[in-house]
Every structure is written in C-alpha cells, then in structure tokens.
C-alpha cells in the first residue's frame, strides 16, 4: 500500500509540468487527495485538494488559476497540471490522502498516507 508521486523536473519560469499521484494497494477514488509543497527553510504548504465526496477542488491562493488538479479513476492516479511555473513554485511536491471530507481545507494532519516526494524546480 503505497502512493507514487512522480513528473518533477527542471523547468523555465512560464512552462509547465504535470505530477502524478499513483496509488497501489487500494483505490484512490474513496479519499481526498491533497498536492503539498516545502521550500528549502519555508512551511509545508497544502497547494490544492479534490475531495472523495464530490471532487470538488480547492486551490491556494499562490497557484489559483495556474494549477488545477484532477482524478482518473481508472488509472488510480490523481494529476497536478501546472502552468505558468514561477521561480517561487520550486519545492518538493508531495501528495497525501485522507479519509475525511473536511480534509481539502482543514488540518494537514488530517492527511495520513503521504508519498514520497518529487523535486519541481523552476529556473532560467
């Protein structure tokens, strides 16, 4: 039971990435998937969240408009598609699921099975 975060990469300010979240050992559709991320000296920071109940979104205010989340059900995976990349975006994103409704804009503790890790760095 596990889940793979991958697609990080070097990139340049303006372009764009898309991360996956892969789940093995259990279906990704009963949880709320939340994309974090944490800069070199900064907090973790919850960066945007489909909830289990209805897959309705939620964003941080730092990438409304440039990143959008999304699930495939079929392929067990839920994507960050990033765009328009900033130098400030660069940090290890992290993907984590929780069982609770409340989880997209409550406590990142509520999140209990992370994976591990995928360095985004956007750069010139």
């Known amino acids: 039971v596990q889940l793979q975060a991958s697609g990080g990469g070097l990139v340049r300010p303006g372009g764009s990435l898309r991360l996956s979240c892969a789940a093995s050992?259990?279906?990704?559709?009963?949880?709320?998937v939340g994309w974090f991320r944490q800069a070199p000296g900064k907090e973790r920071e919850r960066v945007s969240c489909?909830?289990?109940?209805?897959?309705?979104?939620y964003s941080a205010d730092s990438v409304k408009g440039r990143f959008s989340i999304s699930r495939d059900t079929a392929k067990n995976t839920v994507y960050l598609q990033m765009n328009s990349l900033k130098p400030e975006d660069t940090a290890v994103y992290y993907c984590a699921t929780s069982t609770s409704i409340y989880a997209c804009t409550g406590s990142q503790s509520d999140f209990v099975r992370w994976g591990q890790g995928t360095q985004v760095t956007v750069s010139s």
């Open positions: 489909i909830k289990a109940s209805d897959s309705s979104q």
């Open positions: 050992g259990f279906r990704l559709r009963g949880y709320s």
